[in-house]
């Protein structure tokens, strides 16, 4: 089974530290990197290659919506997977069109972030790579 690796993004460490024991302890999942706002997520991605971005919305510095609308000019076939506190139906319109795959609320618990988290990474492995010709 492949290793999935995923990046973190959230300003509250033991925040961080719960998702990174909870989706470690998926088989197939790794963390590979946390970050603490969106410029550091921006710079930890592109260093890294996460295969998905968990991020965020409200971060100090710079937040999950400015970061996804870099991520997504760089990394366009990352997804990335919205976690929040503040989701809302304009946040969720807002979260779409710079990027974001899926927004989740953090008040709906872990079972629904799991499965945002295994849909994308499923839809992602079946895309086929930019960089591939297809012959």
Same mark, same amino acid.
């Given at each position: 089974?492949?290793?999935? *690796? ?5 300003? $509250? ?12 302890? $998926?088989?197939?999942?790794? @963390?590979?990197?946390?970050? +603490?706002?969106? #410029?550091? #997520? !921006? ?9 998905? @971005?968990?991020?965020?919305? *409200? ?6 919506? #400015? ?10 076939? !990352?997804?990335? +997977? ?21 927004? +989740?609320?953090?008040?709906?618990? +872990? ?7 295994? #849909? ?5 492995? &079946? *895309?086929?790579?930019?960089?591939? &010709?297809?012959?």
């Amino acid at each position: 089974m492949p290793n999935f *690796r995923i990046l973190i993004a959230d300003d $509250h460490e033991i925040v961080r530290k719960g998702l990174r024991s909870m989706l470690e302890a $998926h088989a197939g999942w790794e @963390v590979c990197g946390e970050a +603490v706002d969106g #410029t550091e #997520t !921006v710079l930890k991605a592109t260093q890294l290659q996460p295969d998905l @971005v968990l991020i965020d919305f *409200r971060m100090h510095q710079s937040d999950g919506l #400015t970061a996804a609308t870099q991520l997504n000019r760089i990394m366009p076939s !990352v997804p990335i +997977v919205m976690y929040t506190l503040y989701k809302t139906d304009e946040l969720e319109a807002a979260a779409k069109l710079v990027g974001v795959r899926c927004v +989740v609320a953090k008040e709906d618990g +872990v079972q629904p972030l799991l499965s945002a988290i295994e #849909t994308e990474l499923a839809k992602s492995r &079946s *895309r086929p790579d930019p960089g591939i &010709s297809m012959r």
